[in-house]
């Protein structure tokens, strides 16, 4: 797989955390595209259900945040859901983006054969189903190889690990629900771990590594952060501002 290369490496890899989210309106085609012309090594994204059960990329469960609608995504169709406006309200040059559906996001990435993703299940009752749709759907276009599924539910952590057999990145457990605990639990499910900046120390990251759990870092956007981020071990960030984290990367490969 080629996402084995994050468990082999000593390369800061870089996640662009819903796309390039600090310089365009997150999880929109047009903050993906941005960062991969930039240089993101992975893509982070947010995946839910409309009520015509389609694969959408979106973070919240309402639009209201990000969209100029209101309402549960689950409770519009997808015809529904495309009339949003998902640009404006971050800026009015963005006006008229829309909300992408998982279809057209997959389709993006066919000028991008290396970039990895790191595809975000958002927790709801039917977020199994999202899963096994969003698995499907990547087998299909022949890019699982390049995934990594994330969900802050530990049941669908389980599922996507049981059933499919595929890296799974979870949290501390504080963090997520549904969580077991004890080495048979929940961190037996999980590949890797998202540490926020909040938790991170070089201690948590050393414990997780013990156990065989690869310790990634979010969101440091600052160059102290990302650099107190590689001080601690991690070396895979989900950042929200991509330039910092390349900025401290260039650095570290001048000195090799």
Not at 38 to 57: H, I, N, P
Not at 94 to 112: I, K, S
Request: hydrophobic residues 40%; glycine residues 6%.
């Amino acid at each position: 797989m080629m996402i084995e290369r994050l468990a082999h490496t000593n390369e800061i890899i870089i996640a662009a955390h819903r796309g390039w989210k600090s310089a365009y309106p997150e999880n929109t085609l047009l903050a993906f595209r941005k960062a991969l012309e930039r240089g993101a090594d992975m893509l982070e994204l947010d995946l839910r259900l409309t009520r015509d059960q389609e694969l959408v990329v979106i973070h919240d469960q309402t639009v209201d945040r990000t969209t100029d609608g209101t309402g549960n995504v689950g409770d519009y169709a997808l015809t529904e859901l495309k009339r949003l406006d998902a640009g404006g309200w971050f800026g009015p040059e963005f006006q008229g983006l829309e909300v992408p559906t998982f279809r057209e996001f997959c389709d993006l990435l066919t000028a991008y054969p290396e970039v990895l993703l790191n595809v975000e299940i958002k927790p709801a009752a039917n977020a199994i189903e999202a899963a096994d749709l969003a698995i499907a759907m990547l087998r299909d276009d022949g890019y699982l190889e390049r995934c990594v599924f994330t969900c802050f539910d530990a049941n669908v952590l389980t599922h996507i690990h049981d059933t499919y057999y595929l890296p799974t990145q979870g949290f501390p457990g504080q963090l997520m629900s549904n969580y077991v605990a004890g080495p048979e639990g929940t961190m037996s499910k999980m590949w890797a771990v998202g540490i926020s900046m909040k938790l991170l120390t070089p201690e948590l990251v050393q414990n997780y590594r013990k156990q065989g759990i690869l310790p990634w870092s979010y969101c440091p956007d600052e160059e102290e952060q990302v650099r107190y981020a590689l001080e601690c071990g991690t070396t895979t960030m989900t950042v929200n501002d991509l330039l910092p984290a390349m900025k401290v990367r260039e650095e570290e490969e001048r000195k090799i």
